[in-house]
């Protein structure tokens, strides 16, 4: 069992050699060793920061879906006019370009909407898995990380007994819903 879990191990590291993870992994080292920060404040201060760089298309979202919204009675029209359309298919498909219609002629991109937390989850996503990656047994930063961290935290590579930590991350993620 031992040398499943070593190999297990082995290969998600030298997956993580390469790939979009590699890159973030390797602009996480550099920006450490640039700035000298401890990993603990690297990694918050990295997320924080790719938080801020798409802040930008995240004020578009809101105002996009804010005039969406506004548009709402004249989709409720819309699918009352559809209504006699019996071909579930065909109905779909009018309403959905008649609501395109209506966001055009009103200048509101309905893609804004929709399609910009397309960009923002695999970044998000990225940097949580890259940094999951390099905690795992055996990478390069592994004796940096284990003393990177403060408090009662101070080994990085280690789950954290007393749960603080993940209840600290759900309260944060729920303040920012």
């Known amino acids: ?13 030298s997956a993580a050699s390469v790939g979009p993870t590699a890159l973030i992994q390797d602009a996480l080292v550099h920006v450490q060793l640039v700035s000298g920060l401890p990993w603990w404040a690297t990694i918050a201060g990295s997320a924080v920061a790719l ?18 919204v506004a548009l709402r009675p004249r989709f409720a029209r819309l699918r009352a006019e559809l209504s006699s359309v019996d071909a579930p298919a065909e109905r779909a498909w009018r309403l959905v370009g008649g609501i ?25 996503l990225g940097l949580v898995l890259s940094v999951r990656r390099m905690l795992l047994p055996g990478g ?12 009662w935290f101070a080994d990085l590579t280690a789950a954290d007994g007393t749960k603080a930590l993940p209840v600290l991350s759900l309260l944060i993620l729920l303040a920012n819903v």
């Open 1 to 13: 069992r031992g040398v499943a879990s070593a190999a297990v191990t082995e290969a998600a590291a």
């Open 51 to 68: 938080r801020v760089a798409i802040l930008p298309t995240v004020l578009y979202q809101l105002s996009e879906t804010r005039r969406f």
């Open 100 to 124: 395109w219609r209506i966001c055009r002629s009103h200048g509101v991109q309905p893609l804004g909407v929709f399609a910009l937390p397309l960009l923002q989850v695999p970044l998000l």
């Open 140 to 151: 390069a930063q592994e004796s940096a990380l284990q003393s990177g961290g403060f408090w």
